[in-house]
């Protein structure tokens, strides 16, 4: 029996794979799907800090700074010095600007074939991961394991 951990993973692998792969047959073999949240969400808020980005897309602090600093190495991303010295803005540069047309399509597209594969499941897949982030945040894994005695 494979592992659940390896079998989600493997099921992000799979999926994100073929959006990554989309990119790089378009010339952006470094653009990342775990951009287009960043991107889409500085087009319609403008530039942020990286604590009010990390909110907008519900993610970590820690797992936005990670994403926006590899997209300043692949340059779609620049960051500045906030009015508090702690705070660092993003904002797109113009090579993410000109991937927008690609991005957008890309979005329409991945929506159109996670539709086709929730015809194919029991429970659409976005309804039953919702469903699981719910459990979870009402009560957390560690709680659900408990004691744990070698």
Do not use: C, W
Not at 92 to 108: D, G, M
Not at 123 to 144: G, S
């Amino acid at each position: 029996m494979i592992a659940l951990g390896t079998l989600m993973r493997h099921v992000h692998e799979l999926m994100d794979g073929a959006i990554a792969d989309l990119y790089a047959e378009h010339g952006l073999p470094d653009y990342r799907p775990r951009y287009s949240p960043v991107v889409r969400t500085l087009v319609a808020k403008g530039p942020l800090s990286i604590r009010d980005l990390a909110r907008e897309i519900g993610v970590t602090h820690s797992a936005a700074s990670q994403t926006v600093v590899q997209m300043r190495r692949s340059g779609f991303a620049a960051l500045e010095k906030g009015a508090d010295a702690r705070h660092r803005i993003v904002h797109l540069t113009e090579r993410a600007r000109a991937a927008l047309p690609l991005i957008e399509a890309e979005r329409a597209a991945t929506e159109r074939a996670v539709r086709e594969l929730d015809a194919e499941l029991p429970v659409p897949l976005e309804q039953l991961m919702t469903a699981t982030l719910r459990a979870l945040e009402r009560r957390d894994f560690r709680a659900r394991i408990g004691d744990v005695n070698p």
